[in-house]
């Protein structure tokens, strides 16, 4: 009896870390999945080349976003659809959030200043303050938001 | 998100762990609401929530004022990094009595 000898696997093939990286994720209004995007658009930073506590501010970024269309867009209607992208290109990342409800005030997400300790507009606050660019538009009957962040040290902010 | 109380001569600790955000900010904002309505100071503890967005701070504002208007008083201690921070973003931190230690939020005067 002879056995053939096992031959040596081939390396897998492996992305280059630095290159276009592309995700995308429809989900329910459901507030409980907060946690779980929050998850996933941490781990997306570190992929991309984010240190520690940046994923975690982009990841509170996305957030505001993502609680300000179920309570505002969808009037905290848990059922309606929410589609959250990512785009990883250069030396940026980005993540688009559109959804389908109300239109939302422009204003809010132009920055306001923030007055004593009321309690509204501090979410879109947090967003200017962490991401480099913010651009909302209203198309048809979507909104769509999108949030860029630079890997690079000393970008300005938008 | 988990809590749980504590009762101390003159002061109720509510330990807090987990995340705070939209999906659970509003029951935060009634456990600490109703333990406020008890005690002439709360004490939130901190230290082991890894995460809170701006609807957790809300509820954090919405106790302050609550104590305030019945002359009692909030004490947050415990903070870690990320807390903080969404404390410093939002222009927040200096409204709070916070303190690093149980200790020293128990004998804050």
Redesign the interface.
């Given at each position: 009896m002879s056995c053939d000898k096992p031959s040596t696997p081939e390396p897998l093939a492996t992305p280059d870390v630095s290159g276009p990286l592309r995700f995308q994720m429809r989900i329910p209004s459901d507030?409980?999945l907060?946690?779980v995007v929050?998850c996933t658009v941490s781990e997306l930073a570190a992929i991309r080349g984010f240190a520690d506590?940046q994923c975690?501010?982009i990841a509170?970024a996305v957030?505001?976003a993502h609680?300000n269309i179920?309570?505002h867009a969808y009037k905290d209607r848990f059922d309606q659809e929410i589609e959250i992208g990512f785009r990883a290109e250069g030396d940026y990342l980005e993540f688009t959030l559109v959804d389908h409800g109300e239109p939302i005030d422009r204003s809010k997400y132009c920055g306001q200043p923030?007055d004593g300790?009321a309690?509204g507009g501090?979410?879109t606050?947090?967003i200017r303050?962490?991401m480099d660019e913010v651009c909302y538009e209203r198309t048809s009957e979507e909104n769509r938001l999108r949030l860029r962040k630079y890997l690079a040290a000393g970008t300005s902010k938008g | 998100m988990k809590t749980s109380t504590r009762e101390l001569p003159g002061t109720t600790i509510v330990d807090v762990s987990g995340d705070i955000d939209m999906s659970v900010s509003p029951g935060f904002r009634r456990i600490l609401m109703e333990s406020l309505s008890k005690t002439p100071r709360l004490a939130v503890n901190l230290s082991n929530v890894r995460y809170v967005d701006s609807s957790g701070i809300a509820s954090l504002v919405e106790v302050l004022q609550a104590a305030r208007k019945a002359e009692k008083r909030l004490v947050l201690f415990g903070l870690n990094a990320p807390v903080q921070e969404v404390l410093q973003l939002t222009r927040l931190a200096k409204i709070f009595e916070i303190r690093k230690t149980e200790k020293e939020a128990i004998e804050a005067s």
């Open positions: 507030p409980r907060l946690a929050r506590d975690q501010s509170l957030d505001e609680s179920i309570r923030l300790i309690l501090r979410g606050h947090l303050q962490i | -």
